[in-house]
Protein backbone atom coordinates (compact mmCIF):
# COMPACT_ATOMS: atom_id res chain seq x y z
CA UNK A 1 0.00 0.00 0.00
CA UNK A 2 1.45 3.53 -0.74
CA UNK A 3 2.76 5.37 2.09
CA UNK A 4 1.42 8.49 0.67
CA UNK A 5 -2.42 7.03 1.17
CA UNK A 6 -1.65 6.02 4.50
CA UNK A 7 -0.38 9.33 5.94
CA UNK A 8 -2.48 10.61 8.42
CA UNK A 9 -2.03 14.40 6.91
CA UNK A 10 -3.23 13.41 2.76
CA UNK A 11 -6.02 11.40 4.45
CA UNK A 12 -7.14 14.78 6.12
CA UNK A 13 -6.17 16.67 2.66
CA UNK A 14 -8.51 14.09 0.65
CA UNK A 15 -10.88 14.83 2.76
CA UNK A 16 -11.20 18.44 2.44
CA UNK A 17 -10.63 18.16 -1.74
CA UNK A 18 -14.18 15.65 -1.26
CA UNK A 19 -15.75 18.36 0.70
CA UNK A 20 -14.85 20.77 -1.79
CA UNK A 21 -16.42 19.00 -4.71
CA UNK A 22 -19.48 18.02 -2.54
CA UNK A 23 -20.07 21.55 -1.97
CA UNK A 24 -19.54 22.73 -5.59
CA UNK A 25 -21.92 20.09 -7.02
CA UNK A 26 -24.57 21.13 -4.30
CA UNK A 27 -24.33 25.03 -5.03
CA UNK A 28 -24.63 23.96 -8.84
CA UNK A 29 -27.67 22.00 -8.26
CA UNK A 30 -29.13 24.84 -6.24
CA UNK A 31 -27.70 27.29 -9.10
CA UNK A 32 -29.75 25.07 -11.95
CA UNK A 33 -32.66 24.58 -9.36
CA UNK A 34 -33.09 28.94 -9.07
CA UNK A 35 -33.01 29.29 -12.94
CA UNK A 36 -35.33 26.80 -13.56
CA UNK A 37 -38.04 27.91 -10.81
CA UNK A 38 -37.65 31.66 -12.31
CA UNK A 39 -38.24 30.47 -15.91
CA UNK A 40 -41.04 28.73 -14.98
CA UNK A 41 -42.11 31.46 -12.85
CA UNK A 42 -41.38 33.38 -15.90
CA UNK A 43 -43.28 31.47 -18.54
CA UNK A 44 -46.49 31.13 -15.80
CA UNK A 45 -46.31 34.95 -15.75
CA UNK A 46 -46.89 35.67 -19.54
CA UNK A 47 -49.37 33.15 -19.66
CA UNK A 48 -51.50 34.54 -17.28
CA UNK A 49 -51.08 38.50 -18.66
CA UNK A 50 -51.94 37.34 -21.71
CA UNK A 51 -54.93 35.73 -21.20
CA UNK A 52 -55.85 38.92 -19.10
CA UNK A 53 -55.03 40.57 -22.82
CA UNK A 54 -56.80 38.07 -25.18
CA UNK A 55 -59.92 35.83 -25.76
CA UNK A 56 -57.46 32.48 -26.32
CA UNK A 57 -58.59 30.58 -23.04
CA UNK A 58 -56.99 27.37 -22.24
CA UNK A 59 -56.32 26.64 -25.85
CA UNK A 60 -53.08 28.85 -25.41
CA UNK A 61 -51.72 26.60 -22.86
CA UNK A 62 -52.30 23.45 -25.35
CA UNK A 63 -50.74 25.25 -28.11
CA UNK A 64 -47.85 26.39 -25.99
CA UNK A 65 -47.19 22.90 -25.10
CA UNK A 66 -47.03 21.61 -28.49
CA UNK A 67 -44.76 24.48 -29.84
CA UNK A 68 -42.63 24.10 -27.00
CA UNK A 69 -42.17 20.20 -27.21
CA UNK A 70 -41.80 20.94 -30.86
CA UNK A 71 -39.13 23.30 -30.66
CA UNK A 72 -37.21 21.58 -27.07
CA UNK A 73 -37.63 18.10 -27.61
CA UNK A 74 -34.94 17.02 -25.54
CA UNK A 75 -36.59 19.22 -22.29
CA UNK A 76 -39.37 17.74 -19.62
CA UNK A 77 -41.79 20.01 -17.93
CA UNK A 78 -43.60 21.52 -20.73
CA UNK A 79 -46.73 19.59 -20.30
CA UNK A 80 -49.83 21.04 -20.28
CA UNK A 81 -50.38 20.25 -16.50
CA UNK A 82 -47.04 21.36 -15.58
CA UNK A 83 -47.94 24.58 -17.43
CA UNK A 84 -51.28 25.17 -15.43
CA UNK A 85 -48.95 24.96 -12.41
CA UNK A 86 -46.59 27.80 -14.01
CA UNK A 87 -49.28 29.63 -14.35
CA UNK A 88 -50.96 29.20 -11.15
CA UNK A 89 -47.38 30.25 -8.98
CA UNK A 90 -47.27 33.01 -11.03
CA UNK A 91 -51.19 33.92 -9.77
CA UNK A 92 -50.31 32.81 -6.34
CA UNK A 93 -47.07 34.67 -5.61
CA UNK A 94 -48.00 37.67 -7.75
CA UNK A 95 -44.99 39.97 -7.74
CA UNK A 96 -43.76 39.75 -4.42
CA UNK A 97 -39.76 39.80 -4.54
CA UNK A 98 -39.38 38.27 -1.78
CA UNK A 99 -41.50 35.14 -2.00
CA UNK A 100 -39.58 34.61 -5.50
CA UNK A 101 -36.60 34.55 -4.20
CA UNK A 102 -37.68 31.79 -1.35
CA UNK A 103 -39.73 29.58 -4.08
CA UNK A 104 -36.41 29.54 -6.57
CA UNK A 105 -34.42 27.72 -3.28
CA UNK A 106 -36.84 24.74 -3.25
CA UNK A 107 -37.78 22.24 -6.02
CA UNK A 108 -40.18 22.54 -8.00
CA UNK A 109 -42.49 19.38 -6.61
CA UNK A 110 -42.47 21.23 -3.26
CA UNK A 111 -43.91 24.18 -5.04
CA UNK A 112 -46.44 22.29 -6.42
CA UNK A 113 -48.13 20.85 -3.39
CA UNK A 114 -47.84 23.66 -1.68
CA UNK A 115 -49.68 25.73 -3.97
CA UNK A 116 -51.82 23.05 -4.02
CA UNK A 117 -52.56 22.65 -0.91
CA UNK A 118 -52.45 26.14 0.43
CA UNK A 119 -54.36 29.37 -0.18
CA UNK A 120 -52.73 32.00 2.08
CA UNK A 121 -49.50 33.12 1.37
CA UNK A 122 -48.14 33.81 4.13
CA UNK A 123 -48.58 30.46 5.43
CA UNK A 124 -47.16 29.13 2.24
CA UNK A 125 -43.81 31.54 2.81
CA UNK A 126 -43.64 29.82 6.29
CA UNK A 127 -44.01 26.20 4.43
CA UNK A 128 -41.26 27.59 2.16
CA UNK A 129 -38.86 28.85 5.04
CA UNK A 130 -39.25 25.46 6.78
CA UNK A 131 -38.39 23.44 4.03
CA UNK A 132 -35.20 25.16 3.48
CA UNK A 133 -34.27 25.66 6.54
CA UNK A 134 -34.90 21.78 7.24
CA UNK A 135 -34.31 20.27 4.38
CA UNK A 136 -37.31 18.43 3.90
CA UNK A 137 -37.90 15.79 1.39
CA UNK A 138 -41.61 16.33 -0.41
CA UNK A 139 -43.24 13.71 1.88
CA UNK A 140 -41.86 14.89 4.97
CA UNK A 141 -43.08 18.89 3.95
CA UNK A 142 -46.90 17.04 2.95
CA UNK A 143 -46.98 15.39 6.41
CA UNK A 144 -46.18 18.93 7.94
CA UNK A 145 -48.73 20.44 5.62
CA UNK A 146 -51.10 18.09 6.78
CA UNK A 147 -50.68 17.86 10.10
CA UNK A 148 -51.29 22.01 10.48
CA UNK A 149 -47.91 22.86 11.70
CA UNK A 150 -48.29 26.37 10.38
CA UNK A 151 -51.63 26.50 12.60
CA UNK A 152 -49.59 24.92 15.68
CA UNK A 153 -46.05 26.13 15.79
CA UNK A 154 -45.41 28.22 18.66
CA UNK A 155 -49.00 28.14 20.54
CA UNK A 156 -47.81 26.31 23.75
CA UNK A 157 -49.39 28.26 26.66
CA UNK A 158 -46.13 28.80 28.23
CA UNK A 159 -44.20 31.29 30.72
CA UNK A 160 -41.08 31.92 28.35
CA UNK A 161 -42.45 36.03 28.29
CA UNK A 162 -41.07 36.05 32.17
CA UNK A 163 -38.65 33.28 32.48
CA UNK A 164 -36.57 33.90 28.64
CA UNK A 165 -34.43 36.89 28.06
CA UNK A 166 -35.50 38.33 24.82
CA UNK A 167 -32.86 37.54 22.76
CA UNK A 168 -33.81 33.92 23.03
CA UNK A 169 -37.21 34.30 22.98
CA UNK A 170 -38.80 34.10 19.59
CA UNK A 171 -36.06 31.15 19.16
CA UNK A 172 -37.81 29.06 22.24
CA UNK A 173 -41.39 29.80 21.50
CA UNK A 174 -40.89 28.34 17.40
CA UNK A 175 -39.69 25.38 19.15
CA UNK A 176 -42.46 24.47 20.52
CA UNK A 177 -46.07 23.78 19.56
CA UNK A 178 -49.80 22.99 20.39
CA UNK A 179 -51.36 20.12 20.12
CA UNK A 180 -48.94 18.03 18.96
CA UNK A 181 -49.68 15.11 16.44
CA UNK A 182 -49.31 11.93 17.19
CA UNK A 183 -51.33 10.01 14.58
CA UNK A 184 -48.19 7.73 14.36
CA UNK A 185 -49.77 5.95 16.87
CA UNK A 186 -53.46 4.40 17.29
CA UNK A 187 -54.79 3.80 20.71
CA UNK A 188 -58.41 2.55 22.02
CA UNK A 189 -59.47 5.56 24.45
CA UNK A 190 -57.99 4.31 27.92
CA UNK A 191 -54.50 4.68 27.66
CA UNK A 192 -51.70 5.03 30.11
CA UNK A 193 -48.98 7.44 30.66
CA UNK A 194 -46.51 4.54 30.48
CA UNK A 195 -47.96 2.94 27.53
CA UNK A 196 -47.21 6.77 25.45
CA UNK A 197 -44.35 6.75 26.81
CA UNK A 198 -43.19 3.34 25.74
CA UNK A 199 -44.95 4.14 22.53
CA UNK A 200 -42.98 7.28 21.31
CA UNK A 201 -39.73 5.56 22.01
CA UNK A 202 -40.71 2.59 19.91
CA UNK A 203 -41.51 5.72 17.06
CA UNK A 204 -38.51 7.68 17.84
CA UNK A 205 -38.07 8.54 14.09
CA UNK A 206 -41.68 10.00 14.13
CA UNK A 207 -41.50 11.37 17.84
CA UNK A 208 -38.44 13.79 16.56
CA UNK A 209 -39.88 14.32 13.32
CA UNK A 210 -43.23 15.98 15.52
CA UNK A 211 -40.69 17.70 17.86
CA UNK A 212 -38.72 19.68 15.26
CA UNK A 213 -35.26 20.14 13.74
CA UNK A 214 -32.72 20.18 17.04
CA UNK A 215 -34.35 17.91 19.21
CA UNK A 216 -31.63 14.98 19.97
CA UNK A 217 -33.29 12.05 22.78
CA UNK A 218 -31.19 11.66 25.94
CA UNK A 219 -33.54 8.77 27.94
CA UNK A 220 -36.64 7.39 29.08
CA UNK A 221 -37.48 7.17 32.73
CA UNK A 222 -33.80 9.54 33.83
CA UNK A 223 -33.20 8.90 37.03
CA UNK A 224 -32.20 11.81 39.23
CA UNK A 225 -30.92 11.29 42.46
CA UNK A 226 -31.86 14.18 45.51
CA UNK A 227 -30.68 13.89 49.16
CA UNK A 228 -31.21 9.85 48.52
CA UNK A 229 -34.56 9.54 47.00
CA UNK A 230 -34.89 8.66 43.16
CA UNK A 231 -36.73 10.35 40.87
CA UNK A 232 -37.62 9.60 37.04
CA UNK A 233 -38.12 12.06 34.46
CA UNK A 234 -40.80 10.60 31.77
CA UNK A 235 -38.51 11.73 28.94
CA UNK A 236 -35.63 13.93 28.66
CA UNK A 237 -34.30 15.73 25.13
CA UNK A 238 -31.61 17.80 24.15
CA UNK A 239 -31.56 20.77 22.45
CA UNK A 240 -28.96 21.63 20.05
CA UNK A 241 -30.30 24.62 18.64
CA UNK A 242 -31.65 26.50 21.87
CA UNK A 243 -28.55 24.75 23.26
CA UNK A 244 -31.04 23.69 26.54
CA UNK A 245 -32.59 20.05 28.14
CA UNK A 246 -36.16 19.74 27.76
CA UNK A 247 -38.03 17.82 30.36
CA UNK A 248 -40.87 16.51 29.21
CA UNK A 249 -43.54 15.28 30.86
CA UNK A 250 -46.70 13.16 29.73
CA UNK A 251 -50.12 13.19 31.28
CA UNK A 252 -53.39 11.14 29.65
CA UNK A 253 -55.23 13.10 31.67
CA UNK A 254 -56.16 16.86 32.10
CA UNK A 255 -53.67 19.17 33.52
CA UNK A 256 -53.69 19.85 36.71
CA UNK A 257 -51.99 22.80 38.66
CA UNK A 258 -50.17 20.64 40.41
CA UNK A 259 -48.55 18.77 37.47
CA UNK A 260 -46.44 22.16 37.12
CA UNK A 261 -44.60 21.80 40.55
CA UNK A 262 -43.61 18.46 39.92
CA UNK A 263 -42.22 20.01 36.57
CA UNK A 264 -40.20 22.86 37.89
CA UNK A 265 -38.82 20.49 40.36
CA UNK A 266 -37.38 18.55 37.77
CA UNK A 267 -36.07 21.57 36.07
CA UNK A 268 -33.84 22.92 38.83
CA UNK A 269 -32.84 19.14 39.73
CA UNK A 270 -31.54 18.80 35.93
CA UNK A 271 -30.08 22.35 36.33
CA UNK A 272 -28.51 21.79 38.98
CA UNK A 273 -26.70 18.01 38.20
CA UNK A 274 -26.98 17.94 34.19
CA UNK A 275 -26.83 20.97 33.11
CA UNK A 276 -23.08 22.50 32.29
CA UNK A 277 -21.83 25.72 31.52
CA UNK A 278 -22.13 25.34 28.34
CA UNK A 279 -26.16 24.83 28.56
CA UNK A 280 -28.47 27.48 29.19
CA UNK A 281 -31.42 26.51 31.42
CA UNK A 282 -33.49 24.01 31.19
CA UNK A 283 -36.73 24.23 29.63
CA UNK A 284 -39.96 22.01 30.98
CA UNK A 285 -42.53 20.63 28.44
CA UNK A 286 -46.05 19.30 29.72
CA UNK A 287 -47.93 16.88 26.86
CA UNK A 288 -51.80 16.03 28.24
CA UNK A 289 -54.49 14.77 26.86
CA UNK A 290 -56.87 17.82 27.42
CA UNK A 291 -56.16 21.51 29.25
CA UNK A 292 -58.10 24.46 30.64
CA UNK A 293 -55.63 27.59 29.43
CA UNK A 294 -56.71 29.76 31.85
CA UNK A 295 -56.04 26.99 34.78
CA UNK A 296 -52.71 26.43 32.99
CA UNK A 297 -51.73 30.21 32.89
CA UNK A 298 -52.45 30.70 36.58
CA UNK A 299 -50.63 27.30 37.26
CA UNK A 300 -47.21 28.16 35.85
CA UNK A 301 -47.46 32.34 35.18
CA UNK A 302 -45.56 32.73 38.47
CA UNK A 303 -42.83 29.85 37.88
CA UNK A 304 -39.69 31.16 36.93
CA UNK A 305 -38.38 27.76 35.42
CA UNK A 306 -39.65 28.21 31.85
CA UNK A 307 -42.12 25.34 31.14
CA UNK A 308 -45.13 25.35 28.68
CA UNK A 309 -47.85 23.02 28.54
CA UNK A 310 -49.51 21.36 25.16
CA UNK A 311 -52.25 18.49 24.49
CA UNK A 312 -51.56 15.57 21.98
CA UNK A 313 -53.86 14.52 19.46
CA UNK A 314 -53.95 10.57 18.20
CA UNK A 315 -54.99 8.69 15.59
CA UNK A 316 -57.77 6.90 18.06
CA UNK A 317 -59.06 3.41 17.43
CA UNK A 318 -62.51 3.21 17.32
CA UNK A 319 -63.68 1.53 20.85
CA UNK A 320 -65.84 -0.92 18.98
CA UNK A 321 -62.60 -2.56 17.15
CA UNK A 322 -60.57 -2.11 20.33
CA UNK A 323 -63.33 -4.61 22.11
CA UNK A 324 -62.96 -7.11 19.18
CA UNK A 325 -59.23 -7.03 19.63
CA UNK A 326 -58.01 -10.02 21.47
CA UNK A 327 -56.16 -10.07 24.96
CA UNK A 328 -53.02 -10.86 25.78
CA UNK A 329 -54.23 -13.98 27.38
CA UNK A 330 -56.04 -15.33 24.59
CA UNK A 331 -53.15 -14.27 21.93
CA UNK A 332 -51.23 -16.67 24.22
CA UNK A 333 -53.65 -19.48 24.48
CA UNK A 334 -53.89 -19.65 20.72
CA UNK A 335 -50.15 -19.75 20.68
CA UNK A 336 -49.94 -22.99 23.32
CA UNK A 337 -52.43 -24.50 21.05
CA UNK A 338 -50.86 -24.36 17.97
CA UNK A 339 -47.73 -25.61 19.56
CA UNK A 340 -49.54 -28.56 21.52
CA UNK A 341 -50.93 -29.48 17.75
Known sequence: MSLIIAD????DFIQNLKNEVKSARQKAIRSVNTELIQLY?????????KQQ????????????????????????????????????????????????????????????????????????????????????????L??????????RQGKTISNFETSIEPKDLEAVSSAFKDPYIFDFLSFSSELKERDLEQALIDNITSFLLEMGKGFAFIG??????????????????YNYILKRFVVIELKTT???????????????AVDKQVKTETDKETIGLLICKDKNSLVVDYAIGGKDKPMAVAEYKLSEMPSEFANCLPSKEEIQSLINIVDEE
Open 8 to 11: QEYI
Open 41 to 49: YNIGQKIEL
Open 53 to 140: DTNWGDDLIGQIEKDLKKEFPDMTGFSRRNLIYMRNLYKFIGESQKVQQLVAQIPWGHIILIISKIKDLNEAEFYIQDTIKNNWSRVI
Open 142 to 151: EHQIESGLYK
Open 220 to 237: RQYKLTVAGDEFFIDLLF
Open 254 to 268: KFEPEFAGKLGFYLT
